[in-house]
């Protein structure tokens, strides 16, 4: 989408995001510290699923005609996600108007750019911090005297000079879509996975004038809210303050709450002051991500992350069973030295505290991260094109690392999805949650052979085949916990169950003679629950029902 003008602007800011309802907080960053180049400066955000020849001609019918003297500036915000067709577009204006100077920005050009395609292809490359560096360079660019230099290191100025963006989102923005926020920048720890190892610290910005920010976003009608901090309680003070912003705008009961806040959480540090105040927040508004990575204490030394294991336990016990927190975890395939057998007890350990969602994430050798530092040592090999998976190490073997990718896949649609939340119990059956889902997993790709485009009725009905004809089904009853008869009532009760909870409307083949007439969908609460929250809400609380 471009952003109309009564003037074609000089300078464009761009960037490709993974879905519409992501909106970029980098741009807008930029788009707030142009100065006096900010009239002449017009933001266009589009997604990775529209095709580079139509944003290049949308781009250029933006600028207008090239004309002598007039210099075009095209800003790229180029991110793992979005680099492979950034490059294609790139390329594509370059072609058609070669003077016009195109200019990088992002993590995925501010490290190891030496050899990158799109590198070569552009005019300048700004790495790292670019709320400083993109208004001059574009001074430069318009006005003199040229850059000397192609790469351009980003100047990291102090917090309080840099314009804050958060009067840059539209109202569509704000109706439509998930705004990012940030209350600091960079990370204090050193996990060589992440970019942010490369940071010396964390730095905030001043409480007040940000808060001051958010409140005008909240007038405005903003109410979903995702901070993108790394460390969002570092520091207990602030993070008390900003709680208490959000705990102040909540709707007096029974008014359902219509606030959404995402924070990103260090799991071993919950002082007692941040749990009064989380313990005062309805469902469906906060949701936590919490990155756990590993389990495998030498994994964790290895890899430079510091985690207290029992202040994790005790802080994921207490998230939920004394918060109404949405708990969405990770966890790390592939990482050196991590068996197969390593990551299913971590994993094991982290599915019995019951978090609402484990994110299976496989890892990633990000440029400039130190990781890179383990491949000859421990055998990593890693996909050369983005997002630059790991595809084997010493002690993975190609074909684990493929086992579970697609187990990844089917956790998703069958655990993440909130759907099936009373069948997960019966296919998880048995000593190793892990183990019982990777033996689904392995059938169903023997069945299925798909890991993409399997509706929520094509599970009902794996799920009932492999809970009643396969291993897991026919150990149950001959351990003698269920009989052959019983066993099916009970799956077919709990799948029941599950696909009327979801809000499904087709006939599942195994449900068929079991439905209800169809009738209007069934009303949802909590006004504040995004669409896979309303799920393991409904999930948490199941009704009785039976064949």
Same mark, same amino acid.
């Given at each position: 989408m471009g952003q109309a003008l009564l003037v074609r602007p000089a300078i464009l800011l761009c960037t490709l995001n993974a879905k519409y309802i992501h909106a970029s907080l980098g741009l807008r960053y930029l788009l707030a510290n142009m100065g006096e180049l900010r009239a002449q400066t017009a933001l266009c955000e589009y997604t990775i699923a529209r095709r580079p020849a139509d944003l290049a001609a949308e781009l250029l019918a933006l600028l207008g005609p090239a004309e002598a003297g007039r210099v075009q500036v095209v800003g790229f915000g180029v991110y793992i996600w979005n680099m492979s067709q950034t490059c294609e577009l790139v390329r594509l204006l370059k072609a058609a108007r070669p003077a016009l100077k195109v200019v990088l920005g992002g993590p995925e050009v501010s490290h190891e750019h030496d050899q990158q395609p799109i590198v070569a292809l552009a005019d300048h490359v700004i790495t790292g911090w670019g709320d400083v560096s993109f208004p001059k360079l574009c001074r430069a660019l318009l006005h003199g005297p040229l850059p000397l230099m192609k790469v351009i290191a980003g100047e990291q100025p102090p917090l309080d000079e840099i314009a804050l963006p958060y009067a840059e989102y539209s109202d569509a923005d704000l109706a439509h879509r998930v705004l990012y926020v940030e209350a600091s920048r960079g990370c204090p720890f050193k996990c060589e996975f992440c970019l942010s190892s490369l940071d010396k610290t964390a730095w905030a910005f001043e409480l007040d004038p940000f808060l001051a920010e958010l409140d005008q976003l909240y007038q405005r009608g903003a109410r979903q809210f995702k901070f993108v901090d790394r460390t969002f309680n570092l520091k207990a003070e602030a993070s008390a303050r900003i709680l208490q912003f959000f705990l102040d705008r909540l709707p007096p009961a029974p008014l359902a709450p219509d606030l959404f806040v995402h924070f990103e959480l260090i799991p071993d540090q919950l002082p007692e002051r941040l749990k009064t105040l989380i313990a005062q927040f309805p469902p469906g508004v906060l949701q936590f991500e919490i990155g756990i990575q590993s389990f495998n204490p030498e994994v964790q030394q290895r890899i430079s992350r510091r985690q207290d294991h029992a202040k994790t336990l005790a802080n994921l016990s207490w998230l939920v069973t004394q918060s109404q927190a949405h708990l969405h975890t990770d966890l790390i395939f592939g990482l050196p030295g991590e068996t197969l057998a390593s990551f299913a007890q971590g994993f094991d350990t982290l599915y019995a505290l019951r978090p609402h969602e484990i994110q299976l994430g496989l890892l990633k050798r990000l440029r400039g991260t130190p990781i890179a530092r383990h491949t000859e040592p421990w055998g990593m090999v890693y996909d050369a094109e983005p997002p630059y998976a790991v595809q084997q190490t010493s002690?993975?073997?190609?074909?684990?690392?493929?086992?579970?990718?697609?187990?990844?896949?089917?956790?998703?649609?069958?655990?993440?999805?909130?759907?099936?939340?009373?069948?997960?119990a019966l296919l998880l059956q048995g000593a190793s949650p892990f183990a019982a889902f990777l033996a689904w997993s392995d059938w169903l790709w023997q069945r299925s052979g798909q890991t993409s485009?399997?509706?929520?009725?094509?599970?009902?009905?794996?799920?009932?085949?492999?809970?009643?004809?396969? =291993?897991?089904?026919?150990?149950? +009853?001959?351990? =003698?916990?269920?009989?052959?008869?019983?066993?099916?009532?009970?799956?077919?009760?709990?799948?029941?169950?599950?696909?009327?909870?979801?809000?499904?409307?087709?006939? %599942?083949?195994?449900?068929?003679?079991?439905?209800? +007439?169809? =009738?209007?969908?069934?009303?949802?609460? =909590?006004?504040?629950?995004?669409?896979?929250?309303?799920?393991?809400?409904?999930?948490?609380? %199941? %009704?009785?029902?039976?064949?």
């Open positions: 002690v993975l073997s190609r074909q684990e690392v493929q086992r579970f990718v697609r187990l990844a896949r089917y956790w998703d649609l069958v655990a993440n999805s909130g759907r099936f939340s009373r069948t997960l485009g399997l509706s929520p009725e094509a599970l009902v009905d794996h799920l009932f085949d492999y809970l009643t004809e396969s =291993g897991q089904g026919t150990a149950a +009853a001959s351990a =003698g916990r269920l009989a052959p008869e019983p066993l099916q009532a009970t799956v077919l009760a709990a799948l029941l169950a599950d696909y009327l909870g979801s809000g499904a409307r087709a006939r %599942p083949r195994r449900l068929q003679a079991m439905l209800p +007439a169809q =009738g209007p969908p069934a009303a949802r609460s =909590g006004a504040g629950l995004v669409p896979r929250q309303q799920q393991h809400a409904l999930g948490a609380n %199941p %009704p009785m029902i039976r064949p």
